[in-house]
Structure formats: C-alpha cells, structure tokens
C-alpha cells in the first residue's frame, strides 16, 4: 500500500493567517492526489482533486499544488469557517489510502 | 441533486449481525463506484472498499478484506457493508461516498453512520 504522511499533524492559526499542508506518498503518484476539509463532526468534503484542481464551490483561497511524491495544501487569509482537520489522499492505486490528517485550530 | 443519504445510527453487541446502507439519487447509479470510509472515534479516515454498482465489481483494501461485504441493490440505488459478527472495535463512524471515474477522487459523501458495538 501507498503511504501518506501528513505534516503538521496540527497548527494554530490566526483568521487571515496563510496555511500550508504538505502531504508526502511513499513513491511517486503523479498528480492522483485529493484533498478533503472535515469539520468537526461533519463529513468530509472535497477541496481539490488531481493535485492543482479545485472542486466546483470551492473558494479560490484554498491551492494545491505538487506532483510525484510532494503536494501541498495552500489556504490564503484563512477564514471562520476553515478550521478542522484536512486529509490528503492518494488515488493513484487501490487502496487510495488517506493521510492522517492535519488539525487546524484558531490560535 | 446529488445526495447520499445513509441509514441511522446502530448499537449492536459483540457478534451481532448489521447491515448499513447508502441511498443514491440525483444522478445514475450504476455508472459511479461508490466506496466505504470508517472513522473510528477521534481519528482519521481509513479507506475500506468500493463497488461498481453496474456489475457489483468490488474491492477491498486487505486490511478489511474478509472483515466486512459490500454490496448494492440495483433497484433502489442503495449500497450496503455488511457485517456478520461485529466486535467492540468495529465502533466508529462509517461513510459512504461517491467515486469519480476521472481522478477516481470522492466527490459526494453521505452524513454517516454511527455504529456502536458494546456488551
């Protein structure tokens, strides 16, 4: 199986800050990375598909970015409702594992 | 509109039998996988299987594969996991979600079910 590391595993961060999530596979994916917001108690919903593509509704604040081992989840002027916990995946093949997660609280 | 929409919450006991399901509308069941997701209390997503439901196609990751069944019912655009003989560390929140044929990402989720195994 795939393996997703996710660094950090939490932040604390101001409205308005600039976040970013990086998101490393244990071999080269290509660009078969996704990225889900879950708040809490919510289930999760998708930001950003094949690496740099955003979901339709998404706000143009969140970016992705990255390809073969190493991406990115860029949040510009983080907003209320952007706190939660974010997880990457990789659908490169099966099982499309997630990573585990990263905790974005307000500081 | 597309909408999963997944049965209630359940609490069974050790070595009980459960069935959840996964109602699909808005949009041709048949031509999208559908996977299975479990989050156990207080952590991440753990990625279970999916199935095809034009020809029940299924796939499991090995770390589930003998521990649950997945399936559909064609006729009402459900899918199912099923259980046969629950334990205590089945507990966790099960979701279910629709799986795009492009980037094979997961592009609607249904609200969950809560399963709770306990003597």
């Known amino acids: 199986d795939i393996l997703m590391t996710q660094t950090p595993s939490s932040l604390s961060a101001s409205v308005g800050d600039r976040v970013t999530i990086t998101c490393r596979a244990s071999?080269?994916?290509?660009?078969?990375v996704n990225w889900y917001q879950q708040r809490p108690d919510r289930a999760p919903t998708l930001l950003v598909f094949g690496s740099t593509r955003l979901q339709n509704g998404v706000p143009s604040r969140f970016r992705g970015s990255g390809s073969g081992q190493y991406f990115s989840l860029t949040i510009d002027t983080l907003q209320p409702e952007d706190f939660g916990t974010y997880y990457c995946q990789h659908s490169y093949s099966i099982p499309f594992t997630f990573g585990p997660g990263t905790k974005v609280d307000l500081k | 509109e597309v909408q999963l929409v997944q049965s209630g919450a359940e609490v069974k006991k050790p070595g009980e039998s459960l069935k959840i399901s996964c109602e699909a509308s808005g949009y041709k069941f048949t031509t999208y996988w559908i996977g299975w997701v479990r989050q156990m209390p207080g952590k991440g997503l753990e990625w279970m299987g999916i199935?095809?439901?034009?020809?029940?196609?299924?796939t499991y990751s090995p770390s589930f594969q003998g521990q649950v069944t997945i399936s559909v019912d064609r006729s009402i655009s459900t899918a199912y996991l099923h259980w046969s003989s629950l334990k205590a560390s089945d507990t966790a929140m099960y979701y279910c979600?629709?799986?795009?044929?492009?980037?094979?990402?997961?592009?609607?989720w249904g609200q969950g079910t809560l399963v709770t195994v306990s003597s």
């Open positions: 071999q080269s994916i290509g660009d078969y």
């Open positions: 979600a629709r799986q795009r044929d492009s980037g094979y990402d997961w592009d609607y």
């Open positions: 199935i095809y439901p034009g020809d029940s196609d299924t």
